[in-house]
């Protein structure tokens, strides 16, 4: 079977540690869409590893990673992380495969982007620009990319392959397979703020055209939450918190792009938008990250609703309840000890969206989760 993690927000809700966690129990971990606008964080050995293309499963040493035919590659970036991982002592030769349908990002789209993609506040790293020559269908695929005379055609070549055979073979023999989802539901082009999105499909149905996999095969949908919100890049944010308070977060959660390093904008938890990402992706596990972030303020906000439909007029005012806030946050494995307000706002949240939690983040290390 193919499990799933996916974003149910605007991205940055902490995947990339939490596939990290679950890598341990699959044999392949797969990104099927987006590009090198992606930026997961991981920290491994004390140290920062931000991922665009390569899945973070890269850091388990028997796990074997695909891009599969949805993501779009920029080759440059590519080659700079596959030897940064091997300058760590990462094997990446004969566990990373790229598929020969994926499209590859040309400095032509990251000029495009860089010259129009303020409009949206883009990543400028070609991705949108790359998708619709995609979609015009002239576009390079990797096949046609690695045929050329070039150095780094050259080096890419050994990583190409079929990966629809390779994924679709290992299934046959029983291998379990994780899908990496890259940025979030509300970035999807389809079912996110569009104009304000990204090119691809990011929800869990996106796995399937993304890796050549049938319906029948997704197995597990992880859905990944953090317990506010954030975007970088312009489009609405429903509900924006004060400045000073912004800033605290902010500041305490890192929020900066991992890919542009643009201060991410931060909102309170929208239960609304919580419930409209689980219809689209019916998650059966959800993971709420970051809860240390949020130790220290006062009152906590949870939008419950709005007066129309955001997701048709960007003046929708959200409606809110309040609850009160943490203020230390001691490390621990048991959800029991956790202080009194920190479980009501759990509470409070799963009554919102109307679905039980599996698993919380209480800090950015690997252990520091907590299963309910
Ligand atoms: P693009 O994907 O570079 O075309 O950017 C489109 C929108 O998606 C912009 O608002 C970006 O900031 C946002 N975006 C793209 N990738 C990510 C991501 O990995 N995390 C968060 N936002 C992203
Ligand atoms: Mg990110």
């Not at 940025?183 to 050549?212: K, R, W």
């Not at 959800?286 to 129309?308: A, E």
Request: hydrophobic letters at 35%; charged letters at 30%.
């Amino acid at each position: 079977m193919v499990d799933v993690v996916i974003g149910l927000q605007w991205g940055d809700e902490g995947k990339g540690k939490i596939i990290d966690l679950l890598a341990k129990n699959y044999d392949i971990i797969a990104r099927f869409q987006g590009g090198p606008n992606a930026g997961h964080t991981i920290y491994y050995d004390g140290k920062k590893i931000i991922f665009h293309h390569i899945p973070s499963g890269i850091l388990h040493p028997h796990t074997k990673c695909v891009i599969g035919n949805g993501v779009v590659v920029d080759p440059y970036t590519l080659v700079e992380e596959i030897k940064e991982l091997e300058k760590m002592g990462i094997k990446v030769e004969g566990r990373l495969f790229i598929s020969t349908k994926s499209h590859v990002i040309l400095e032509r789209h990251k000029e495009e982007d860089k010259r129009e993609g303020e409009r949206i506040g883009t990543t400028k790293k070609g991705v949108g620009p790359c998708y619709a020559d995609k979609f015009k269908r002239v576009g390079i695929r990797m096949q046609d990319f690695i045929k050329e005379k070039g150095e780094i055609n050259k080096f890419l070549k050994k990583f190409v392959i079929d990966t629809v055979d390779f994924i679709n073979d290992e299934l046959d023999k029983g291998k379990k397979v994780l899908a990496e989802g890259a940025q979030g539901t509300l970035l999807d082009i389809d079912h996110g703020t569009y104009p304000f999105v990204t090119s691809s499909n990011t929800i869990a149905g996106g796995v399937c055209c993304g890796l050549g996999i049938s319906p029948h095969r997704v197995g597990e949908i992880i859905g990944v939450m953090k317990a506010y919100l954030s975007r970088v890049g312009k489009g609405p944010l429903f509900t924006q918190m004060p400045e000073d308070i912004e800033e605290y977060v902010r500041e305490k959660g890192a929020e900066y792009g991992a890919t542009t390093g643009r201060p991410r904008r931060i909102g309170w938890f929208d239960a609304y938008l919580a419930r409209y990402a689980l219809k689209i992706n019916k998650p059966d596990k959800i993971v709420i990250t970051k809860f240390d972030v949020l130790t220290g303020l006062r009152t906590l906000k949870i939008c419950i609703d709005y007066n129309k439909d955001p997701m048709i007029d960007e003046d929708a005012e959200p409606r809110y309840i309040e609850v009160k806030g943490w203020s230390y946050l001691q490390q621990t494995k048991n959800f029991g000890d956790l202080p009194e307000e920190l479980k009501n706002y759990v509470k409070k949240i799963e009554e919102e969206i109307g679905q039980k939690i599996w698993m919380i983040s209480i800090g950015k290390e690997r252990d520091k989760v907590i299963f309910l």
